[in-house]
């Protein structure tokens, strides 16, 4: 097999791009990675050429980070196995190679298995940098992000300094290293992907959960037209209501909530819906019943069920609620969303929406902005919190730990003309939002003192500043008090910074 693409092969306009279509590169070219020997080789030959490498897994990445390159790019689709085997302490885990889809991980792990890892429900998102970046999904409330079942991850390393000759090896770094291999580990436990080397293969416990036998879905929705749009105080409501409930139920000790998680799509008015997007994990929905219940209340606006979505999931029900075995549910919740021009941005609340931002957010959301659609523009709070919030800030490299929800700013369209319409468009609205704090989520080590706690490093956001700046806001966006730890470790494994791209953990 030809494991080299090149300019002229027919894979080779396929192989440049990835999800966002306003990435498209012209890499000298392309190597398939097949195994670890082929990894190792494929750095050691850019290297020694001076081509920088970037790696996919996925092609999720939603800035320009792996195609905006004249190097190599590394693609690791075809590792994608997942496996039952040992770590290198000899004891049982369950093994997934970087190429692995989320698909690939929940079929793979519940057919042979019976269990699951709390991931992302996007289906053709790669395990390379979902988990490196932290990975949450349906689960998480219920069960961490998927890096706190971490136990070992294997890794291509580049050492030496500029006037040795580079030392290209695979390292296996365990969560019970201690030392630089220790720090290699914990890196990739929210450190973000392509900042140390190619990851080859993660290893999760013995002990990953088992998913739920049935989850029940909801699925509703609110009107914009003779709704929402014409009664601004029940966008009001509807926003204050979420906010309130997850304030309410996302400590790490929850009782009542912990197997619900809840998504709140606020579209543009353009859309025609709002969404409320539920699973829940327990046999009785009782407590669902009383969830929905308390979003509506207070709401004139009547919710149906809910008919249309944009956003990589949409869930179509004739009734509010459907109880479903919770690999069909999976199977339900799975999307990706088409392969558009996009723009997305991110951001952690530890507290709910002031009412400065919530009038932000009904500002925007029916603001027109004639030459684009608008339809497919959208941010999408999460629910967070639970047992993802029991682990302290610095027992991973993630140190959002005491969030209530998560928001992801997205826009998709499909015409070039209006990339600048829509890029501008959500430049504006986030800073608009984030007014009080200097037009983004800052951070703080006192939970009382900000709203917000920083941004998500698998949503990058290249107008939080990039690697060449003097002072860009993502290092500590991203990583809070965790960045220095990250520097000291780069310096370590990869002292010729061989792996960067625009918001890459920088050489201290």
């Not at 440049?16 to 306003?22: D, I, K, L, M, V």
């Not at 929705?221 to 029940?234: Q, V």
């Not at 304030?247 to 709002?274: C, M, Q």
Request: one cysteine or more; hydrophobic letters at 35%.
């Amino acid at each position: 097999m030809n494991w080299r693409v090149e300019e002229g092969d027919p894979r080779y306009e396929t192989l440049s791009q990835g999800f966002n279509q306003r990435w498209v590169g012209r890499p000298s070219y392309i190597q398939l990675i097949h195994d670890d020997a082929s990894a190792v080789a494929a750095v050691r030959e850019a290297v020694e050429n001076g081509l920088r490498p970037t790696v996919r897994s996925g092609g999720h990445c939603y800035e320009d980070f792996v195609a905006n390159t004249g190097g190599v790019v590394l693609d690791l689709s075809l590792m994608n196995g997942v496996r039952k085997g040992t770590d290198n302490r000899g004891e049982a885990a369950y093994i997934v190679e970087a190429g692995a889809t989320n698909w690939d991980v929940i079929t793979t792990l519940f057919r042979r298995f019976g269990k699951a890892v709390p991931g992302g429900s996007c289906y053709s998102v790669g395990s390379g940098g979902h988990v490196a970046g932290g990975g949450f999904g349906f689960l998480s409330r219920r069960h961490g992000l998927v890096v706190d079942h971490l136990v070992q991850v294997d890794v291509v390393t580049v050492r030496g300094g500029p006037d040795e000759p580079p030392v290209v090896e695979v390292v296996s770094a365990h969560r019970e290293d201690d030392g630089p291999e220790g720090d290699l580990f914990w890196a990739h436990t929210g450190g973000g992907g392509g900042n140390f080397g190619v990851v080859l293969r993660y290893y999760f416990a013995d002990d990953i959960p088992e998913p739920p036998a049935r989850v029940w879905l909801s699925s509703i929705a609110w009107p914009w037209k003779d709704g929402l749009l014409e009664r601004p105080e029940d966008f009001e409501r509807l926003v204050k209501n979420f906010g309130t409930f997850f304030a309410e139920h996302s400590a790490k000790d929850e009782r009542l909530y912990p197997g619900l998680f809840s998504i709140l799509k606020l579209t543009h008015k353009a859309n025609g819906n709002v969404v409320l997007l539920s699973q829940w994990d327990e046999e009785d929905p009782e407590l669902l019943d009383a969830y929905v219940r308390a979003m509506e209340a207070g709401v004139a606006t009547s919710s149906t069920a809910q008919l249309f979505s944009v956003g990589g999931i949409a869930v179509h029900l004739p009734e509010k609620r459907r109880q479903m075995p919770w690999f069909q549910a999976t199977q339900t919740l799975n999307g990706s969303g088409d392969n558009q021009r996009g723009k997305y941005k991110s951001a952690y609340h530890r507290h709910p929406f002031t009412q400065e931002q919530i009038d932000s957010l009904y500002s925007w959301l029916t603001l027109d902005v004639p030459g684009a659609d608008m339809s497919k523009t959208l941010v999408q709070a999460d629910s967070y919190g639970c047992r993802i919030n029991r682990p302290h800030p610095g027992d991973t490299a993630v140190p959002q730990r005491d969030s209530i929800f998560k928001l992801q700013f997205q826009s998709y369209w499909t015409d070039r003309a209006e990339d600048d319409l829509h890029t501008g468009f959500m430049r504006d609205w986030y800073a608009d939002l984030y007014r009080a704090t200097g037009g983004v989520p800052e951070i703080s080590d006192d939970r009382n003192d900000r709203v917000t706690d920083g941004a998500y490093v698998n949503y990058p956001d290249t107008d939080l500043g990039i690697a060449t700046d003097r002072d860009p806001a993502y290092p500590r966006l991203y990583y809070k008090g965790n960045y220095r730890r990250l520097q000291d470790t780069k310096r370590h494994w990869d002292p010729r910074n061989v792996f960067h791209h625009r918001q890459s953990v920088r050489l201290p």
